[in-house]
């Protein structure tokens, strides 16, 4: 959502955000439906606290922040969209905007830990680890699964306070995913990694590399499918085979059957 904002398509203060804003915003900027566009408000108007709220904030207006320095890389919540980082208007203090274990979670792609300090802004260094495993030029679900699973065990290894619950894995998938169903080939999980660097690194569409909006709509199901691929791809265990001799057995104990 930040870089709907930087770009014009959603105010750039991040405040009062209507379901018409966000619909056309996602429309015009990454050619949403409707529906989907209709989920995402849904989502973010719960953050108002004001009884039947019609709008929604992103950000507040304290000093010294602003809505480009939150999350980067938050696009899902669970297999549907999320919105970025959700804080309710004009309650929320400096405590508030950096809740740990709402949306902003351990082991992300371009953020620290929380233990560590500053979770919110862009790190260079953790980023840089992740890219180790993105080793071509166009990333598929196992690249991006790989720097997902090698970010959690480096915080399990390193962070004492390391939480991922089962709701913060369906998000993180969500979030890897993103990058796929925004610049890249839904059908096969694919995306250029040269627009996903740039991306995260300048938070903006990438159009100065070429991008352009697709020309397809998105859809929930599209999303859904992506986020599966890159669940598929993170999992540790590989099909059992069974032996060569194992089979070997098996076929010679057939054949004694029938003979």
Same mark, same amino acid.
């Given at each position: 959502?930040?870089?709907?904002?930087?770009?014009?398509?959603?105010?750039?203060?991040?405040?009062?955000?209507?379901?018409?804003?966000?619909?056309?915003?996602?429309?015009? %900027?990454?050619?949403?439906?409707?529906?989907?566009?209709?989920?995402?408000?849904?989502?973010?108007?719960?953050?108002?606290?004001?009884?039947?709220?019609?709008?929604?904030?992103?950000?507040?207006?304290?000093?010294?922040?602003?809505?480009?320095?939150?999350?980067?890389?938050?696009?899902?919540?669970?297999?549907?969209?999320?919105?970025?980082?959700?804080? %309710?208007?004009?309650?929320?203090?400096?405590?508030?905007?950096?809740?740990?274990?709402?949306?902003?979670?351990?082991?992300?792609?371009?953020?620290?830990?929380?233990?560590?300090?500053?979770?919110?802004?862009?790190?260079?260094?953790?980023?840089?680890?992740?890219?180790?495993?993105?080793?071509?030029?166009?990333?598929?679900?196992?690249?991006?699964?790989?720097?997902?699973?090698?970010?959690?065990?480096?915080?399990?290894?390193?962070?004492?306070?390391?939480?991922?619950?089962?709701?913060?894995?369906?998000?993180?998938?969500?979030?890897?995913?993103?990058?796929?169903?925004?610049?890249?080939?839904?059908?096969?999980?694919?995306?250029?990694?040269?627009?996903?660097?740039?991306?995260?690194?300048?938070?903006?569409?990438?159009?100065?590399?070429?991008?352009?909006?697709?020309?397809?709509?998105?859809?929930?199901?599209?999303?859904?499918?992506?986020?599966?691929?890159?669940?598929?791809?993170?999992?540790?265990?590989?099909?059992?085979?069974?032996?060569?001799?194992?089979?070997?057995?098996?076929?010679?104990?057939?054949?004694?059957?029938?003979?």
């Amino acid at each position: 959502m930040n870089t709907l904002a930087n770009h014009g398509f959603l105010p750039h203060d991040g405040r009062n955000i209507t379901r018409a804003n966000l619909i056309d915003a996602l429309g015009q %900027a990454l050619n949403f439906n409707g529906t989907l566009g209709s989920l995402m408000f849904d989502m973010g108007v719960v953050a108002n606290p004001k009884p039947n709220a019609t709008v929604f904030t992103l950000t507040t207006s304290l000093p010294g922040l602003s809505f480009g320095s939150t999350h980067r890389d938050t696009f899902f919540l669970s297999h549907e969209l999320a919105i970025g980082q959700l804080f %309710a208007d004009q309650i929320c203090s400096r405590d508030d905007l950096n809740r740990h274990n709402v949306l902003e979670h351990d082991a992300s792609l371009s953020r620290s830990d929380a233990f560590f300090g500053d979770n919110h802004a862009f790190n260079a260094t953790i980023f840089e680890e992740t890219k180790a495993y993105w080793t071509g030029p166009i990333l598929d679900p196992d690249m991006l699964a790989n720097s997902k699973v090698a970010r959690q065990i480096n915080s399990k290894a390193h962070n004492p306070t390391y939480t991922f619950s089962a709701n913060t894995e369906q998000f993180s998938l969500g979030e890897v995913a993103a990058p796929v169903i925004a610049f890249g080939d839904i059908q096969t999980g694919t995306v250029n990694r040269s627009l996903v660097e740039y991306f995260f690194e300048n938070e903006r569409l990438p159009t100065d590399l070429g991008w352009k909006r697709p020309a397809n709509v998105t859809t929930l199901q599209d999303i859904l499918s992506v986020t599966q691929m890159i669940k598929k791809a993170s999992n540790l265990i590989t099909p059992s085979e069974p032996s060569r001799g194992a089979g070997a057995r098996q076929q010679g104990s057939q054949v004694n059957l029938h003979g």
